[in-house]
């Protein structure tokens, strides 16, 4: 009978000591996570574009619609420049994105790209437009302007961020429809698209050059809207020729200084003239070399039948694809559907 009782009272205590030391545990266990949340919180996030811009040496692509899905052009400009440009960061602001402040919102971000999240130097910012105005004459500009009255409001405000983008943080910003074939080796830089006519679909710039604050200035003090490109290009080749040379004839295939600014030839970035830019969907008997340009403009603007790359096709672009952008290539080829 005793030794029933001692071996009841005995399994009592271990039970209770069983269950203290679980609860313990447990308490412990609880207090151990949130403590790992708390201390994560507290590590600085900082993949900003001002640290990862900051070396002035960044590309930079903007997208100014909320579109989430990029065509293939869109993708192979972004890849093509991160294969030609390894040790430089390539940024890509885009409206559609959600803010980004931990490694799991960047992961996030990153893998809704997958030809893109491959490359270490590509990365992902959302364009907050008044973020990127401030300090600049464009934002009084930009909180008085109605989008909804706007007839080229997609493009009015891309060409307002690369001119505040590069202002701010300096670098290269390239549309989203140049395929980079071999780097740039100039800082401050301007692209003609034809003789005497300067593009903006292309230039370099260091932080806080007089010209792109004199192009912000002229763009809000002349702004008008309804005309395509009196913004964009009209405004570059305005202030060029204002404030920084009576842009001359090009001669042959040179460069011409403007100031203290290189004024590129038309076969640096426009081997093919705007209003051939069909060649590119087209076999060519030799494919071109290209070996004076560093990147092509496909002028998708001017595609409006929607012309595509076509793999396996033999055109031009095919050939391009294949060469620049492999990851967008073989992306398309494996789910075709999803990149057109
Ligand atoms: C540009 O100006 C800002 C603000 O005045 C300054 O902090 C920055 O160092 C300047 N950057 C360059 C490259 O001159
Ligand atoms: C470039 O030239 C402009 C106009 O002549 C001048 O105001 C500016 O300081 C120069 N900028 C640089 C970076 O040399
Ligand atoms: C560039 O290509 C052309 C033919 O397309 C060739 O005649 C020329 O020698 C090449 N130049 C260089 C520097 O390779």
Redesign the pocket.
Known sequence: MITMSVFRSFFIIMLVGTFGFLYWFILNLEKKTSNDINSKKEVPYNITPKEILRN?NGIIFVETTDRMQPTSLELCAVESAARIYPDRPIAFFMKGLPDISSIEDEDRAKNRFPTLSSHDNIYLFPLRLEEVFRSTPLLPWYKKVNPNKEVYWTHVSSDGSRLALIWKY?GIYMDTDIISICPVPLTNFLVAEAPRFSSNGVFGL???HTFSWKSMEDFVQNYNGAVWGYQGPNLFTRILKKFFCDIPEFKSKEDIMCGNITFTNPDRFYPIRGPTWKRYFEVWDKNPTFNSSYGLHFFNFANKEHYTMVPGSKTLADHLYQQYCPSTYDAIIRHKSTYL
């Open positions: 002035g300096g260091s932080a806080n």
